[in-house]
DNA sequence: TCATGATTCGTGAACGTTCACGTGAACGAT
DNA sequence: ATCGTTCACGTGAACGTTCACGAATCATGA
């Protein structure tokens, strides 16, 4: 084993601080230059195969690893994504994830995920965090435009299950009109009349769900109102026991209920179910997600399947088309996401 | 608005490659050197407020956003953790990842994750890009320590689920063992003897919680071969589906069932229904995860609960340590995380 | 008038890597 | 002997930021 120089002791201090070991050291250490070390760990050609190996030992002994920030100034390309997601644990956020993780590796990008936990202080700090890491953001932010401004200044955009119409920046839609029609085309072909809404927002919230709920109650001129939507503090099935119960005790003729997402009407079963009622015999149950985890409770969850793969390609390439492009293209067109109807028992 | 100096197309390149607005494009609009952009930006004291109000001006205009290849490069804080996830889908290994990245998060470290699918191969690519792109890797990975220490030489890596005897690098063990132990106390103590285990790994694949399972069968003296031991070759609730089969076709007089994870015992519970078998009067079912979805099936599911939290903690804090430390310290006596068993109905 | 100090700002020099060049040696062809 | 070519390798310069230092300005006091 060679000897190490150790020159490293500059100063009188008791520990010298561990200075990194540079490409330098292993050149000094090969006997050769920078320039030809650079060669050996990257695969360039113009080096003597047995200088190649003597350089490569020579990293292995020093326990060599190029700094990324250096290499990264030079060469220029090295994407890195920045992904906020409000809820990890939630399945349905957990395939989203990954999803945009499967695209931006095809493509050769890192991600750095942040969860929010559904804290828009947290969402803040991690907007914060990687408008100075990342060199595009995808993400569920709850945020408004300005707060997004503010915390994410210049930075490519792209957020996750919002319309066009409701953000400036880049955007990639769930078609949730189109999901309500299929889901109030099967409630009422079925023979609904009273149908009911678990909703995820809070009441003073915009919520696209809840809108085209109340479009379809509208347009099938349904005996129900404003108030046959009870919002749910979280999107937990918690929350959905919690709801259904309020639901239940204001009106106890509801026939059938639109959960805003699986674990919401999860939870609604859950609750008719404690409280006696059958389902769908007395009350149908229909999610808008479409977790695999529907598949395993009873009864099986009916549900609008949102095709996750599909959301995160659709967002990785808004964020290729920010970052390439100069000028955003503003989302051509495409309401976004459409949500497929997945008959199961539970309506 | 000040007029831009457009003075970037030096070559004739008929659409000149659009340069990085950097600190001193910045510094020249402000009319001040980079040393006070640097200031203004980073809350520096020795600032005329004025001037750096008209700074932060000039940034504005300009969309500047520092580099963050030179900015870690000046400052070397700033640390990236890689973390290799096997299955993002299954919810424990998302409670896991939820866990290391809030600890990582209070350190104010980044995370980049990769999610291996379960191949070796991608596993074997995430080490390689990690390798580049973190200070360190956190991972369930089913590589062998050389294989490890060929795709991330020099990294400080900490293995999840695997015992300091089974590795040489760092790593956070479940203690499968005391698990075990809880489980045919319990299985016992209700009258069975004849119990069998869906296991997740590959028969020639050493398993822990086989290996204890087969222990405990021992020490029970219980009636029970190694062929109780049912290999599943997923982590699904398909494949505990598939596998109940396989165990009750060849022990039908089974009357306990060890899942290897939650997902695959309520694969079993499925099974054992379709079959017309009770659970869990005919059959009972145990878990090894401790899922929230174990509460939503039919029956609840028992399972040994595995603290994430503590799990993402003990990894991170191995992390920090090897990352300060010079030399690893050899997993301080500890087992690992100790399971702990939640009664519910199944079981 | 000069020293003193505080405040505000600018000037090289680093951080560690890669790129564009340049150089010397070896070799063959003329 | 001269030239051109190829091969293997080395030398500044650049990437964009921050740090250590120094300098200019102004006010204050003796």
């Given at each position: 084993m060679p000897g190490k120089h150790?020159?490293?002791?500059?100063?009188?201090?008791?520990?010298?601080?561990?200075r990194r070991t540079t490409i330098d050291d292993v050149a000094k250490l090969a006997g050769v230059s920078r320039q030809t070390v650079s060669r050996a760990i990257n695969d360039k050609?113009?080096?003597?195969p047995a200088t190649k190996e003597r350089v490569l030992q020579a990293t292995r002994t020093l326990g060599y690893r190029p700094s990324r920030f250096a290499q990264g100034m030079r060469r220029q390309d090295s994407v890195t994504l920045g992904l906020i997601i409000s809820?990890?644990?939630?399945p349905y956020f957990a395939e989203v994830a990954v999803a945009v993780l499967e695209v931006a590796e095809e493509r050769g990008w890192h991600v750095i995920v942040c969860d929010s936990r559904n804290d828009e202080g947290k969402e803040r700090e991690a907007l914060d965090v990687l408008s100075r890491q990342a060199d595009a953001i995808i993400g569920h932010c709850a945020g408004s435009d300005d707060v997004l401004a503010r915390h994410a200044p210049g930075m490519p955009l792209v957020l996750l299950e919002r319309g066009p119409d409701q953000t400036r920046f880049g955007s990639v839609g769930i078609d949730a009109a189109a999901g309500m029609a299929q889901a109030f085309a099967h409630l009422t072909g079925a023979g609904h009349h009273r149908i009911g809404m678990l909703d995820?927002?809070?009441?003073d919230r915009p919520s696209a769900r809840r809108e085209h709920f109340l479009a379809q109650v509208g347009m099938y001129d349904l005996?129900?109102?404003?108030?046959?939507v009870v919002s749910c503090d979280r999107h937990s099935v918690g929350a959905g026991e919690r709801g259904m119960d309020a639901l239940l005790d204001a009106h106890?003729?509801?026939t059938a209920v639109v959960g805003f997402n699986d674990l919401i009407a999860v939870g609604a079963i859950r609750t008719a179910r404690r409280r006696g009622?059958?389902?769908?015999?007395?009350v149908a149950v229909l999610g808008f997600d479409g977790l695999s985890?529907?598949?395993?409770?009873?009864?099986p969850l009916t549900t609008l399947s949102i095709d996750k793969r599909e959301l995160g390609r659709l967002a990785v390439e808004q964020v290729a088309a920010q970052l390439s492009g100069d000028?955003?293209?503003?989302?051509?067109?495409d309401a976004g996401v459409r949500p497929e109807l997945v008959l199961r028992a539970s309506a």
């Amino acid at each position: 084993m060679p000897g190490k120089h150790d020159e490293r002791q500059k100063l009188g201090s008791p520990r010298a601080a561990k200075r990194r070991t540079t490409i330098d050291d292993v050149a000094k250490l090969a006997g050769v230059s920078r320039q030809t070390v650079s060669r050996a760990i990257n695969d360039k050609g113009e080096i003597d195969p047995a200088t190649k190996e003597r350089v490569l030992q020579a990293t292995r002994t020093l326990g060599y690893r190029p700094s990324r920030f250096a290499q990264g100034m030079r060469r220029q390309d090295s994407v890195t994504l920045g992904l906020i997601i409000s809820d990890l644990s939630n399945p349905y956020f957990a395939e989203v994830a990954v999803a945009v993780l499967e695209v931006a590796e095809e493509r050769g990008w890192h991600v750095i995920v942040c969860d929010s936990r559904n804290d828009e202080g947290k969402e803040r700090e991690a907007l914060d965090v990687l408008s100075r890491q990342a060199d595009a953001i995808i993400g569920h932010c709850a945020g408004s435009d300005d707060v997004l401004a503010r915390h994410a200044p210049g930075m490519p955009l792209v957020l996750l299950e919002r319309g066009p119409d409701q953000t400036r920046f880049g955007s990639v839609g769930i078609d949730a009109a189109a999901g309500m029609a299929q889901a109030f085309a099967h409630l009422t072909g079925a023979g609904h009349h009273r149908i009911g809404m678990l909703d995820g927002a809070p009441d003073d919230r915009p919520s696209a769900r809840r809108e085209h709920f109340l479009a379809q109650v509208g347009m099938y001129d349904l005996p129900v109102g404003a108030d046959w939507v009870v919002s749910c503090d979280r999107h937990s099935v918690g929350a959905g026991e919690r709801g259904m119960d309020a639901l239940l005790d204001a009106h106890p003729d509801v026939t059938a209920v639109v959960g805003f997402n699986d674990l919401i009407a999860v939870g609604a079963i859950r609750t008719a179910r404690r409280r006696g009622l059958r389902v769908p015999d007395d009350v149908a149950v229909l999610g808008f997600d479409g977790l695999s985890l529907g598949e395993l409770v009873e009864p099986p969850l009916t549900t609008l399947s949102i095709d996750k793969r599909e959301l995160g390609r659709l967002a990785v390439e808004q964020v290729a088309a920010q970052l390439s492009g100069d000028e955003k293209p503003p989302a051509e067109g495409d309401a976004g996401v459409r949500p497929e109807l997945v008959l199961r028992a539970s309506a």
